[in-house]
């Protein structure tokens, strides 16, 4: 094996593995670092499913049609070439995942089993019964591991990402730590990717990992990398509380048959039902979560049931969700409803990058959570798992084609970042994050927020800062963005991705069009 092309991938989840097994097959030299182990990856976390346009239900589905759902759900802010790619693949991606051995859910006949998700009228969403996420990861640690016993993969465990290695807006490697000697690690390479999650450790009501702080994203952007579509932060509509955070009660509950309702005159009211009889429960997740956060200000509990699904239903696609349920919320979901209101699960936003999961600088890339990519202003259920293991794989693709005959760059001298923002500040900053962002935004709250942070140390409140000057600057409501104060979407101005820039001394705000489809 050829090791004389060196990539480094920074994150461990579904996007970094997916990245690693695809450079490595192609004979490079991979480091695969993270400050956690792959098992403790967001990525694992999830559950519901992951979305290709199989067809094994005889609904007549299409990669178009998928293509169609993911594009509307984005309210059209999402690259429709990159769309298209991404759903014309998933088909042969998630065949190809079930030779690797995810056990996905079958048909009596031995074909996938597929399961209707939020914005979709069809069935695509192929699950590993609630677990899907864990199943997935577990296949993609053992086809690296392969390669790890070949010495083509080396992991960093344990590392942090100090800063990137550079020449001007060229990247040359990273600059790692290691957590347990201390010792500065300093790693040159033709290619970087960064698949580092999301921000969930700058809010407390979220879904995700508080590990995910966004600390790579951060330092990339104090550097001068963008961040695009800041403000469109995805609230799961049915989440409980759990350990000072919040437990996700998967979509499959609603796309198994789980109804939403209030008590109104002493019955209950399938709001949902009644106001958007097309989709009902399985309307878009910007819409479902705004509509149950209307009735949680109100005062008002929101239940969903699932006391009418059939046994088998909890036993063959349900089992992780009951047992979590049992647990978390102390609730048998089989014979009662459960209460439930958002909490954020997802971002959409992050590092800018271009169809081929290119960045503005040279020979960097990224994927996954962390990466501006598929969704817009809303992602479908489903679609980020596709696209963290799609995206890893095309920008792995996009860097060895690119750094082919790049010779390996020289280690340069590199100032390292000032000091992390500390936990005290860190909880300072989410309080106001929390309150500023929610899933209904005003520009005076947005305002103040902005105002308290500023002068918070560190690059997280620098992100921080991004974010809230994106929500600030978009005066709008589309997706998971909505100002009560502009309520209406206006693609007269609108209509085009946000980008936060810092250069050394303040953030500036620009507006890019969204590229237009390829004939």
């Given at each position: 094996m050829d090791m004389s092309q060196q990539m480094v991938i920074i994150g461990a989840g579904l996007a970094g593995l997916s990245a690693a097994y695809?450079?490595?097959?192609?004979?490079?030299?991979?480091?695969?670092?993270?400050?956690?182990?792959?098992?403790?990856?967001?990525?694992?976390?999830?559950?519901?499913?992951?979305?290709?346009?199989?067809?094994?239900?005889?609904?007549?589905?299409?990669?178009?049609?998928?293509?169609?759902?993911t594009l509307r759900a984005a309210c059209g802010l999402a690259d429709p070439n990159a769309v298209q790619a991404m759903t014309t693949a998933a088909p042969?991606?998630?065949e190809a995942l079930a030779d690797l051995g995810v056990p996905f859910n079958r048909t009596v006949d031995g074909q996938i089993d597929l399961r209707y998700f939020g914005g979709q009228k069809k069935k695509r969403t192929a699950f590993s019964q609630s677990d899907t996420g864990k199943q997935l990861m577990t296949a993609l640690i053992d086809a690296v591991r392969r390669y790890e016993g070949e010495g083509g993969v080396r992991r960093l465990a344990h590392h942090d990402f100090l800063t990137l290695l550079h020449d001007g807006t060229t990247c040359t490697g990273v600059c790692l730590r290691d957590t347990w000697s201390g010792e500065r690690c300093d790693l040159p390479a033709q290619a970087v990717v960064i698949a580092t999650g999301g921000l969930h450790g700058l809010f407390s009501y979220t879904t995700g990992s508080l590990a995910d702080t966004g600390a790579v994203t951060a330092e990339l952007f104090r550097l001068g990398l963008p961040v695009a579509n800041g403000e469109f932060i995805q609230y799961h509509p049915t989440t409980i509380a759990s350990n000072g955070k919040r437990m996700l009660?998967?979509?499959?509950?609603?796309?198994?048959?789980?109804?939403?309702?209030v008590l109104k005159k002493g019955?209950?009211?399938y709001f949902m039902e009644e106001k958007y009889p097309e989709l009902g429960n399985l309307m878009p997740r910007d819409v479902t979560a705004r509509e149950i956060w209307y009735h949680c200000q109100a005062g008002e509990t929101v239940w969903l049931d699932l006391t009418g699904l059939d046994e088998?239903?909890?036993?063959?696609?349900?089992?992780?969700?009951?047992?979590?349920c049992q647990l978390y919320g102390g609730v048998d979901?089989?014979?009662?409803?459960?209460?439930?209101?958002?909490?954020?699960?997802?971002?959409?936003?992050?590092?800018?990058?271009?169809?081929?999961?290119?960045?503005?600088?040279?020979?960097?890339?990224?994927?996954?959570?962390?990466?501006?990519?598929?969704?817009?202003?809303?992602?479908?259920?489903?679609?980020?798992?596709?696209?963290a293991i799609y995206g890893g794989r095309k920008a792995a693709c996009t860097a060895v084609e690119e750094g082919r005959e790049r010779p390996l760059p020289r280690i340069a001298q590199v100032q390292l970042p000032p000091a992390a923002t500390s936990p005290v500040q860190l909880a300072c900053l989410r309080q106001h994050l929390d309150q500023a962002l929610g899933v209904v935004r005003t520009g005076a709250v947005l305002s103040q927020a902005l105002e308290r942070i500023t002068a918070l140390p560190g690059a997280l409140p620098l992100l921080g800062r991004a974010?809230?000057?994106?929500?600030?600057?978009?005066?709008?409501?589309?997706?998971?963005?909505?100002?009560?104060?502009?309520?209406?979407?206006?693609d007269d101005r609108f209509l085009k991705t946000t980008l936060a820039v810092y250069d050394g001394r303040q953030i500036t705000l620009s507006y890019r069009p969204v590229p237009e489809k390829r004939g």
């Open positions: 695809t450079a490595a097959r192609q004979g490079w030299q991979v480091w695969l670092c993270s400050s956690l182990p792959s098992e403790r990856a967001q990525s694992v976390m999830a559950e519901g499913g992951i979305n290709a346009a199989l067809d094994t239900q005889g609904q007549d589905d299409s990669p178009d049609q998928h293509e169609a759902d042969a991606l998630v009660v998967s979509e499959a509950a609603r796309g198994e048959g789980g109804r939403l309702w019955r209950p009211w088998s239903v909890f036993s063959r696609k349900l089992a992780g969700l009951v047992a979590d979901i089989r014979r009662q409803p459960i209460a439930v209101s958002p909490g954020i699960h997802y971002f959409m936003g992050g590092l800018y990058v271009d169809e081929w999961h290119r960045t503005p600088w040279q020979h960097l890339y990224a994927a996954g959570e962390c990466a501006c990519q598929y969704h817009g202003a809303n992602r479908l259920g489903g679609n980020s798992l596709l696209g974010l809230l000057q994106s929500a600030l600057g978009r005066q709008e409501s589309r997706g998971a963005h909505w100002r009560s104060d502009f309520p209406r979407r206006d």
